[in-house]
């Protein structure tokens, strides 16, 4: 009697026991279909890399997209923790480390930084992040995601580049020249120094066009802004206004300094060009202005320059002419700088 009692709850315990069995093997089963699906989606993303970072245990898992950025395996990435950071830009090290501060302050961040790809270069990320917090207000768990915006950026330097570039001599054209100029203005009123305007307008350039064909012409454009660079400093701006016309910027120099410079100019882009095997032969007339004794605003400065390049180009060319009171009453014709300027700019 006693001995079919205890096989009796023998058997229930059995039974209990299999039951148990059959439903964690059941949840065993769910949960890896789970992991699978949520390890589908993690990385199923293209063009993005999505990040989990366990704050605690200070370990991170990346999706697959961070092979795309690093050149380095996912499951390698993921075994080093810290190891995706070597790939860090080193000027970028600095905005990385201050993005993880803000993060573990509980605070969402929407940085830029570059990655160094094993073949591929430099690669810009945007990174999109944000913490989450415990009960107590602690953070625990980060998510995020890393998104290559390579291309979109060069895609917007590009565009940058045809706004703001001449096409021909790369340098800064009519209205990247226009809003230097303003600015230009602004720091030489703020911090009380001069600013200096050098109109460059070349003689004879027609006679080349018309002797030796357009692509003639551009190539000795070319090469006039290749001296006018050697000419100046590297803080200095040479701007392109179209055609034959330069207008170079120059910040904190002197009088006798601009003069020296307009000397080398002349000297040098006066000088025989070769161009495929024919030589050219130009001339420049050179004015100038300064802020603030020739004019307190950008129009009057550009005004005034003009005036001072049309005298030295009337009065013998291949000189400068800085501008003076005298000037002021000199009629400028409709082919001037200012004026093509202003229409240029306004229509």
């Known amino acids: 009697?006693?001995?079919?009692?205890?096989?009796?709850?023998?058997?229930?315990?059995?039974?209990?026991?299999?039951?148990?069995?059959?439903?964690?093997?059941?949840?065993?089963?769910?949960m890896k279909n789970r992991f699978e699906e949520y390890d589908y989606l993690f990385n199923?993303?293209?063009?993005?890399?999505?990040?989990?970072?366990?704050?605690?245990?200070?370990?991170?898992?990346?999706?697959?997209?961070?092979?795309n950025l690093l050149g380095r395996t996912q499951k390698e990435i993921n075994a080093h923790s810290k190891l995706w950071k070597a790939s860090v830009h080193r000027d970028d090290l600095g905005l990385v480390e201050e993005a993880e501060l803000q993060l573990l302050q509980g605070f969402p961040i929407h940085k830029e930084f570059r990655l160094l790809h094993s073949e591929q270069g430099v690669k810009r990320i945007l990174h999109v992040a944000k913490p989450i917090k415990n009960e107590e207000g602690q953070v625990t768990t980060i998510i995020g995601n890393f998104m290559d915006n390579t291309k979109q950026k060069k895609l917007e330097a590009e565009l940058k580049q045809m706004a703001f570039f001449d096409d021909l001599t790369e340098v800064p054209n009519r209205?990247?020249?226009?809003?230097?100029?303003?600015?230009?203005?602004?720091?030489?009123?703020?911090?009380?120094?001069?600013?200096?305007?050098?109109?460059?307008?070349?003689?004879?350039?027609?006679?080349?066009?018309d002797t030796l064909g357009h692509e003639a012409g551009d190539q000795l454009l070319v090469e006039v802004v290749e001296r006018l660079t050697e000419c100046t400093r590297e803080e200095d701006l040479i701007s392109r206004l179209g055609g034959d016309e330069f207008i170079i910027v120059f910040e904190e120099t002197s009088k006798e300094e601009i003069e020296d410079?307009?000397?080398?100019?002349?000297?040098?882009?006066?000088?025989?060009?070769?161009?495929?095997?024919?030589?050219?032969n130009i001339s420049l007339s050179i004015g100038?202005?300064?802020?603030?004794?020739?004019?307190?605003d950008k129009d009057t400065l550009i005004q005034n320059a003009d005036k001072a390049m049309y005298f030295a180009k009337n009065n013998g060319k291949n000189r400068y002419e800085i501008y003076t009171k005298d000037l002021e009453e000199m009629e400028v014709d409709e082919g001037g700088i200012f004026k093509k300027w202003m229409t240029k700019l306004f229509g």
Request: net charge neutral.
């Open 1 to 30: 009697m006693l001995l079919q009692k205890e096989q009796g709850q023998w058997k229930v315990r059995q039974d209990q026991w299999q039951q148990d069995k059959s439903k964690l093997e059941k949840d065993l089963a769910n």
């Open 44 to 67: 199923i993303f293209d063009g993005t890399t999505l990040y989990i970072h366990d704050v605690v245990s200070e370990k991170i898992k990346f999706s697959k997209g961070i092979e």
């Open 175 to 209: 209205k990247m020249l226009d809003r230097h100029i303003q600015k230009a203005i602004a720091r030489s009123r703020r911090h009380q120094y001069n600013l200096t305007l050098m109109f460059i307008d070349l003689d004879d350039f027609k006679i080349v066009n």
């Open 261 to 280: 410079i307009a000397n080398r100019i002349i000297k040098s882009v006066s000088l025989p060009y070769d161009i495929d095997g024919n030589e050219a």
């Open 288 to 296: 100038i202005s300064m802020f603030p004794d020739d004019g307190e």
